[in-house]
């Protein structure tokens, strides 16, 4: 028997803490047999080989910054071999300080690339596969191939679209219930200087992102009057410069956000407009936290959040112990303080349990205010982006293409009431959710 620590032993031993036995049980583990007490990395890698469920897997990791090259690092010192990485952006030199897979002369290249061209050569036992480009262009077959996905990503929005993609991908029986051999468990970390939470969600079963929309507050937004007028924060004097001042001094040009000569324009901007106004705390590291609505990150938090993802994905992979039930906080401004709990499934929850929302309209409401009610919140807080709105008998708005938008853009100004009758439904789609999943919305009118 390997000695006890490593993480050969936990699959050869029966385990006192089997996934069978936990509150989210999705498979049996049965341990594999080991050779001798070696701890070797041959050993381990032989035994690992042995074990095909963490050896063949198929895993997506989401996202390859700060979260995700901990994901990745994690994942090549755990036996899962088989990664592909999925990520947009490139990379910056502000990265370098915590994204330790990337190099100075990395700057401007794909984080994926880079992130699985260096796992790949320190770790031959790896296959990384990159994929650098947007989540919404791969189709639901391409994330249909994985047995789990670990996400890393820090957009609401792009966590939103890809926990509706996951939860549309679950099949049903003959009595209605989840087919489990659909069900894709997602493992979603986040971030936010010395906070961060892990969670496992088991599409259809577990509450799942939409569930929780209502903790991640919107984003924050400025009154327009306030930055051009009456600026009483930093923030405002940025917002300004980017804002207002680059499209007049520069109309022809677009931003370029991973610019250090635009950047630094822009902050020099903000700091004359600050000191015209008393204002004070205008840095540049503040300037690009506003430009870029970056999070504020920490290593040791990025740490911490990736291997308790990746610790979970080994459980879930392998069945060798209780999976996370299914939410974990960690405070570190408190200490080293753990807060696990179940989050609850919401009941109309529109993309977990498919069910319609309900809503009651003034007769008077236009078509127009239902749609900002869809994208602001209020009495039903779906935090839609660019809503269209059908029936079964007709279409009443769409926001793509041009000219059906031109058609329906009349509607906009008419009232609900005239345009459905009491108690019909309304299909409603949006970017935030990928192009199959629809949302069911009951009008009835106040008398």
């Known amino acids: 028997m390997p000695t006890r620590g490593d993480l050969s032993t936990i699959l050869s031993r029966k385990s006192y803490f089997p996934n069978e036995n936990g509150a989210l049980p999705i498979g049996e583990f049965q341990p594999c047999e080991s050779e001798g007490n070696s701890t070797s990395t041959f050993a381990l890698n032989k035994l690992l080989l042995a074990y095909p469920s963490l050896n063949k897997a ?30 947009m952006d490139t990379i ?46 791969k189709n639901a077959s391409w994330y249909a191939q994985f047995q789990c996905i670990i996400s890393g990503l820090d957009s609401v929005e792009a966590r939103r679209w890809l926990n509706a993609m996951v939860c549309s991908l679950v099949q049903f029986d003959q009595d209605g219930d989840p087919d489990p051999t659909s069900i894709i468990p997602i493992i979603d970390g ?25 903790a991640f507050p919107p984003q924050k937004m400025f009154p327009m009057c ?34 250090p000569e635009d950047m630094e324009w822009v902050y020099k901007v903000a700091l004359e407009r600050a000191n015209k106004y008393n204002i004070s705390g205008v840095t540049y590291m503040l300037t690009m936290g506003v430009v870029k609505n970056i999070i504020p990150a920490v290593a040791s938090t990025n740490a911490i959040i990736a291997a308790a993802c990746v610790n979970e994905a080994v459980k879930i992979l392998s069945f060798c112990s209780e999976s996370l039930n299914n939410y974990m906080m960690y405070m570190g401004t408190t200490g080293l303080y753990n807060h696990t709990f179940v989050y ?46 059908t029936t079964n008998k007709k279409t009443l708005y769409m926001q793509k293409p041009p000219s059906l938008e031109k058609a329906t853009r009349p509607n906009l100004d008419k009232a609900v009431s005239l345009l459905i009758d009491d108690g019909e439904e309304l299909t409603i789609t949006d970017p935030v959710f990928p192009g199959g999943t629809s949302l069911g919305l009951l009008v009835s009118f106040e008398q």
């Open 58 to 87: 198929q895993v997506l990791v989401v996202g390859a910054g700060g979260l995700g090259c901990e994901i990745l690092k994690d994942l090549s010192m755990s036996g899962i071999a088989n990664v592909h990485v999925i990520d």
């Open 92 to 137: 910056d030199v502000t990265n370098l300080n915590r994204q330790f897979l990337f190099r100075k002369k990395d700057v401007g290249k794909s984080k994926s690339d880079v992130g699985a061209c260096f796992i790949n050569t320190r770790c031959p036992w790896m296959k990384v596969t990159p994929h650098f480009g947007d989540i919404k262009q």
């Open 190 to 214: 986040g971030s936010e200087a010395f906070k961060g939470q892990a969670r496992v969600i088991l599409p259809r079963i577990t509450s799942c992102f939409e569930c929780s929309l209502d």
């Open 226 to 259: 306030t930055i051009a007028e009456t600026p009483r924060l930093p923030e405002h004097c940025i917002s300004y410069a980017f804002m207002l001042e680059w499209p007049k001094v520069f109309p022809d040009k677009k931003l370029d956000k991973d610019s």
């Open 344 to 389: 609850e499934r919401k009941e109309d929850c529109p993309v977990c349990t498919s069910s319609v929302q309900k809503i009651t309209l003034p007769k008077s409401f236009s078509l127009n205010q239902l749609i900002q009610m869809l994208i602001d919140g209020g009495a039903i807080n779906l935090r839609l982006k660019q809503p269209s709105i």
